[in-house]
């Protein structure tokens, strides 16, 4: 259902046996055929062609013929001069790519510690501010304030006693 929707969207038309599957003698050449077309990936000939298969001795990172050839234990070959390049280059992408990290972690750390040092100025701030609000010259509690009275002597009427 998928497929045909998508196809329908695209505008390929497949015939009603591509879209029901169905196997055998009733699916004709001429649908196999047609099908093929419409799927983008091409027939048997123009799949297995010389423009789409690399020659045996080509190398396959430059898919040129190899003058110096090394060959892999899976049977792929390599030409020594391409290898050394491809070395080379992946050397060279590496300290780029570990230049550029160091260069993010060096702006990280300068960012983290710009802001503990504004926390630290912020907190620094808030501390002097309390500090100022504070009468600043110190209290003697044994010295009399005006209109409080001293400590030890009651509001209260003193009773006489009789000894």
């Known amino acids: ?15 009603r046996h591509g879209k029901n599957c169905t196997a055998g003698a009733v699916y004709t050449y001429h649908e196999k055929k047609k099908d093929t077309a419409a799927s983008g990936y091409g027939t048997q ?3 297995l062609s010389k423009d789409a298969v690399k020659d ?15 060959v892999t234990p899976d049977g792929y070959i ?22 550029a990290y160091e260069k993010q972690k060096n702006q990280k750390k300068a ?31 044994f010295t009399a304030k005006s209109g409080a009275t001293q400590p030890g002597t009651s509001t209260k009427p003193s ?3 009789k000894s």
Request: charged share 35%; with cysteine.
């Open 1 to 15: 259902l998928f497929r045909s929707i998508v196809q329908r969207e695209e505008g390929h038309r497949m015939t």
């Open 45 to 47: 000939t123009v799949r």
């Open 56 to 70: 045996f001795d080509c190398c396959c990172l430059s898919l040129q013929p190899c003058k110096d050839p090394v």
């Open 78 to 99: 390599y030409e020594k001069e391409a290898i050394l390049e491809y070395i080379l280059h992946q050397k060279k992408e590496i300290a780029r790519q570990m230049k």
């Open 111 to 141: 960012e983290v510690e710009e802001l503990q040092k504004a926390a630290k100025e912020s907190t620094l701030k808030g501390f002097l501010e309390k500090e100022t609000s504070i009468i600043s010259k110190p209290l003697n509690p």
């Open 159 to 161: 009773r006489d006693r």
